[in-house]
């Protein structure tokens, strides 16, 4: 190779290699500093598409885990509405079942009628329970509607085993990360209280000689209630003439006008619906159960693209960093090859 003073091929080749080593050097720190294999999409275009879109999932399927929390609370707070309720109807079986007793003398009976009477608009007023301003019982004529921006409730109807039309209302928990009702979803019940407290077969005539049971219930029992749920807020217009039947806020004014029977079945209808509001719940817990393992696995997939192997990653900055200071040193002794030429001019 001949000596020249104008151009050094070496110097240049081991310039390059140090600015390839020093590239190298800093891609294995940045990958060491922040955990991550693709620091950038350069590293790898394909992987870094992947790994957006898993990360975008992963994000999705945790909010869709803290929906599924919130609904399950919502019907824990339902729930514990529907054991308040439970005890009360408890308790008006019980007072029906002392005013019977043939001792009990007409002022004892009244005194049973107002602590029923009490305890109607106890029922009553639950009804107006929400959790975080979203209602959790209905009624058939006009449920609440939580949010106009929000579609309302889902309502289906059905006859029951004892002929009467129930109104049933419920909402829908979206339980898979598209967000489609197809791909997942979980109704849970918005307790119809007009359903679960109707008076069927009416009053009981034997005590409410001035009322005609027959023409007036049958067609509309809904409209009767333990809880004056019919209108909700005022009397029944159906029954509003009847002031012997209804104190002036439209709730039952005796306690003997209501049957043992018919308390037993509204417990028995509540009962039902606990025994519902507890399949949801365990329903949503599965459903939960499986979004954690979906979100483990997009967890372990993401991580397989994106996180550096540290050991690895380690191994190659000592390597690069060798590289770096071994080819600095040859850059400036390539640098020396020309000073040659000025030996042999001297």
Known sequence: MPIVVNSNVTATTASFNLSHANDALRKSLSRLSSGKRIVNPADDAGGMAVAYKLQSKLKRTEAVRQNIQNGISYLQVQDGALNVMGKIVDRMSELRTMAQDITKNTSDVENYSKEFLELQRQLSQTYREKFNGVSLFSVSAAPLVDNPLRPQLNKSTTVNDEGVTVTIFSRTVYTNPSGQSADGNVSIGVINLQNLFRLDGGFDTRYTPSFNSTANISSSSNLVSLANLGNVGGVNS?????????????????????????????????????????????????????????????????????????????????????????????????????????????
């Open 238 to 346: 159906q029954f509003a003439a009847h002031t012997s039947i209804f104190t002036s806020d439209g709730f039952i004014s005796s306690i003997l006008f209501v049957s043992v029977g018919q308390f037993t079945s509204a417990i028995e209808r509540l009962a039902d619906a606990r025994a519902e509001n507890g399949a949801e719940q365990a329903r949503l817990g599965m459903t939960n159960e499986l979004l954690i393992q979906n979100q483990t696995n997009l967890e372990a997939a993401y991580g397989r693209i994106m996180d550096a192997d540290i050991a690895l990653e380690s191994t190659r900055f000592a390597r690069q960093n060798v590289l770096v200071q071994s080819s600095a040193a040859m850059v400036a002794q390539a640098n020396q090859l020309t000073s040659i030429a000025l030996t042999i001019l001297g």
